[in-house]
């Protein structure tokens, strides 16, 4: 059983995630404050985060958390990123894999709402699998397009 983080303000879609996560066999805790994850991550590590890229506080918030983690936060930076977001529906200006990279937009695995729930399950087992595997990911997305490719 892993324990994942799940960072994003959408209540409705928050429980729906973690409660077909938590059926998977996870324990997952619900951070709805961008502005509190780096905190609730410190306090307990996650084996895995999924996060959200828009908050009311920034419509960019979720790939500002994801840098800190990657470049600033040494001890953090092995902690596989899934970010899952609506990013591309709500402004449709053509975002892909092209667009995710080590640097910029540092994550492990892209995924769009809405998701299929099985989809999901299968992307965190993997990235899980993965991090285990090494005791941590081969870099920041370093699958990210073979993924991406699956989900199309």
């Known amino acids: ?7 994003d303000d959408d209540e409705d879609f928050t429980l729906a995630v973690s409660e077909g996560l938590r059926l998977a066999g996870h ?3 619900v951070e709805p404050h961008i502005g509190r994850a780096l905190k609730t991550i410190e306090d307990r590590r996650p084996d895995l985060v999924v996060l ?6 920034g419509s960019s918030a979720g790939f500002e958390l994801a840098r800190t983690l990657r470049h600033e936060r040494e001890e953090l930076k092995s902690i596989p990123i899934l970010m899952l977001t609506a990013l591309g529906q709500r402004f449709p200006f053509g975002f892909g894999p092209g667009d995710i990279d080590g640097s910029s937009v540092p994550v492990d695995g892209y995924l769009e709402k809405p998701v299929d729930p099985d989809f999901l399950r299968e992307e ?9 595997a090494s005791g941590s990911p081969d870099g920041p997305g370093a699958e990210r397009r073979e993924t991406w490719r699956r989900r199309s």
């Open 52 to 57: 959200d890229v828009m908050f009311p506080q």
């Open 124 to 132: 965190v087992s993997r990235l899980l699998a993965r991090a285990g």
């Open 27 to 29: 324990e997952v805790h």
């Open 1 to 7: 059983m892993a324990y994942l983080l799940v960072v």
